[in-house]
């Protein structure tokens, strides 16, 4: 209802029917690639962890050890995104496609009318939000339990975590809004 | 460890440098953006060719009656099902003007043209896009894009993706039974859809 919503001020009903019909279509696609996408953004936070680890001296802080870690520190996204979604069931009035995708309470979304904002900053501005904080704080803990067994290091893993996966998610984000912006 | 310290330190300074230099291109290129937004608010003076060669300037659109102006691919089938819609509503016909534009080559707009039942008799009219000035000026990447000018002059309505006449009528309709839309706060409402929707990139 809410895609019908979306598309039936531009497009006729037989047109809409196309469009789910091409989309039911290539569905498969992409749930053949989540493994694939999950293990390399997993990768890519482990490449950073890595590297931070390694200018920081903590030189036994493996790329293995580091994977383990955003491998269970992702259990904050997976959480949050079933929070959405249940929000977006119960509580949201979702009649349009945009009603969903634009929702993002605790990103730098909230400060601009959605609406408005061209379609390329909408991602990059989505993706600045708390949770990222707080994912950060999950990879500390899990670096200081898998990496000490104890949460002594916390703090310092936590810094760890912020500086080199949130520079990581800077580069990530300007690349996005720049492939955005020539394609859009 | 010393290597790999080294190496360390130099993929930072490379993601450093590329973050700088990333931004600069997304100011750039979203200050362009914006520019281009601000210019099609009202209908730039642009000069097109017909299929039989004739000049067709802009100059002289949009001054009495709306004009709709689709940036098209021949082989964008996209493109070829906003042509079939726009060539069966007599009645967006009778509302506006018509232009469909594309860069192809004459003799494959020609045969578009004929395809699709496009001509000036009914209402529209295939342009050629010579050197590219209309894709320019209208920042356009994708086809199709549907521009939508009232008789002032003023852009009502852009659509990315494919467009049917009758959401296109009921653009011009709307408007024209509403003529306060006209302070110069009005003026596009860019109509931006996921391109599973349907577009093309520009081939």
Not at chain 1, 10 to 18: G, K, N, Y
Not at chain 1, 138 to 167: E, I, M, P
Not at chain 2, 48 to 58: K, N, R
Not at chain 2, 59 to 82: K, S, W
Request: glycine share 6%; proline share 3%.
């Amino acid at each position: 209802m809410s895609l019908n919503s979306s598309l039936g001020e531009q497009l006729t009903a037989e047109r809409i029917r196309d469009v789910l019909n091409l989309r039911a279509h290539y569905a498969w696609i992409g749930y053949a690639l989540t493994p694939l996408v999950l293990a390399v953004k997993i990768g890519y936070t482990a490449l950073c962890l890595a590297i931070g680890a390694l200018l920081a001296g903590y030189d036994d802080l493996t790329f293995k050890r580091t994977f383990k870690a955003a491998l269970v520190a992702e259990g904050v996204f997976v959480a949050a995104s079933a929070i959405r979604v249940g929000w977006g069931l119960w509580v949201l009035d979702v009649q349009t496609i945009e009603d969903f995708s634009t929702f993002a309470p605790i990103s730098a979304v909230a400060f601009f009318n959605a609406e408005a904002l061209p379609r390329w900053a909408l991602y990059p501005l989505q993706t600045l939000n708390a949770l990222e904080f707080i994912y950060c704080l999950a990879l500390g803990a899990a670096l200081s339990w898998l990496w000490k067994r104890s949460f002594k290091h916390f703090d310092d893993l936590s810094v760890l975590a912020l500086g080199s996966y949130g520079t990581g998610v800077i580069l990530w984000i300007v690349t996005v809004a720049f492939f955005l912006l020539q394609v859009s | 460890m010393p290597f790999k310290r080294t190496v360390s330190a130099v993929v930072v300074v490379l993601v450093l440098g590329a973050i700088a230099f990333l931004s600069i291109r997304i100011y750039q290129d979203a200050s362009a953006r914006h520019a281009t937004t601000e210019r099609i608010q009202t209908l730039p003076p642009i000069t097109l060719t017909a299929l039989d060669g004739t000049p067709v300037s802009t100059n002289h659109l949009a001054t009495t009656e709306p004009v709709v102006l689709v940036y098209f691919g021949t082989t964008c089938r996209f493109c070829q099902a906003e042509a079939h819609s726009l060539a069966a509503h007599d009645a967006l016909q009778d509302t506006a003007r018509i232009f469909m534009i594309s860069a192809e080559s004459r003799a494959a707009l020609e045969q578009f043209a004929a395809e699709y039942e496009l001509d000036p008799a009914s209402g529209i009219q295939v342009l050629r896009d010579r050197d590219g000035t209309f894709a320019e000026t209208f920042g356009i990447s994708r086809v199709p894009n549907t521009f939508i000018y009232g008789a002032n002059r003023r852009l009502l309505r852009h659509f990315q993706g494919e467009a049917s006449a009758e959401a296109i009528r009921h653009i011009l309709t709307e408007r024209s039974s509403s003529p306060t839309h006209t302070s110069s706060q009005d003026g596009c409402v860019a109509q931006q859809f996921p391109s599973s929707n349907g577009d093309c990139s520009i081939q």
